[in-house]
């Protein structure tokens, strides 16, 4: 098998021993084995969900910060930001159920320790 990425050349395995990327066949399928361009086909499609995802993470960083040095701009925003607000909303929202569970948890090890022993409740 040979590698389309850089040229290495091995007997088997589904990825390169050079570079790591996944390898294809010189054409040729064994019985009972799948061809790797399809797989090769999937990779490239969610190569390009992973960028979309890193640019859209980008761009969320990149306007929060502006926002957060300027609120102001907030009010120059029109309807295209609406999935960034979504996202914003989601983001509070799970750090804000997080930081309550954990309150919660503590403020729960703080009186079981109270009612189940003798000690002190502050110093632990």
């Known amino acids: 098998m040979k590698c389309s990425n ?12 050079g570079c790591g990327s ?7 399928t ?17 190569n390009e969900n992973l ?6 993470s980008s761009a ?8 957060l040095k300027r609120p102001s701009h907030a009010f120059d925003a029109d309807d295209s930001l609406f999935f960034q607000g979504l996202t914003t909303l989601f ?3 799970l750090a804000f159920s997080l930081s309550l569970y954990f309150l919660a948890n503590s403020y729960y ?12 409740l502050f110093f632990q």
């Open 30 to 46: 064994h019985a009972g084995e799948v061809s790797e361009v399809p797989a090769a086909e999937a990779a490239h499609s969610n």
């Open 51 to 56: 960028e979309k995802a890193k640019q859209f």
């Open 22 to 28: 996944s390898l294809v066949s010189d054409g040729l």
């Open 91 to 93: 983001v509070y929202l």
């Open 109 to 120: 090890k703080q009186f079981a320790s109270f009612v189940g022993g003798n000690r002190c």
């Open 60 to 67: 969320y960083g990149h306007y929060s910060l502006k926002l």
């Open 6 to 17: 850089c040229n290495h050349e091995q007997e088997s395995g589904k990825f390169c021993g």
